[in-house]
């Protein structure tokens, strides 16, 4: 199989997000790596690699804000943001402007 060439961006130009080969096989490994620590007597199961699969997603979704906070940090716009989480401006300032604070309100401290 053929591997894409990455595509180097321009100053100021940044990529949306994006689910290719790479990604899936990055995500697989994560998945059966996960499963293996939590139920290693059960591979091969489904519904352990589904149980894997959602730890991660919501594992990922609550370091999303924290990540955020880090580039706002280093001074990128709610633009760059949003094209990097495939978000308007608007919607990523909204939802991500205060993350201790929606944090604290979700109890994921």
Request: glycine content about 2%.
């Amino acid at each position: 199989m053929k591997r894409q060439q990455p595509r180097l961006t321009q100053p100021g130009e940044l990529p949306a997000p994006r689910a290719d080969a790479d990604s899936a096989n990055v995500l697989a490994q994560a998945v059966d790596a996960l499963a293996a620590l939590r139920t290693p007597y059960w591979l091969g199961d489904s519904a352990v690699s589904l149980h894997a699969l959602a730890s991660l997603i919501t594992h990922a979704q609550q370091t999303i804000p924290e990540a955020v906070s880090l580039a706002r940090d280093q001074q990128h716009t709610w633009a760059e943001i949003g094209q990097l989480l495939n978000l308007s401006p608007a919607t990523a300032a909204r939802r991500y402007r205060n993350p201790a604070r929606k944090a604290s309100e979700n109890n994921i401290a």
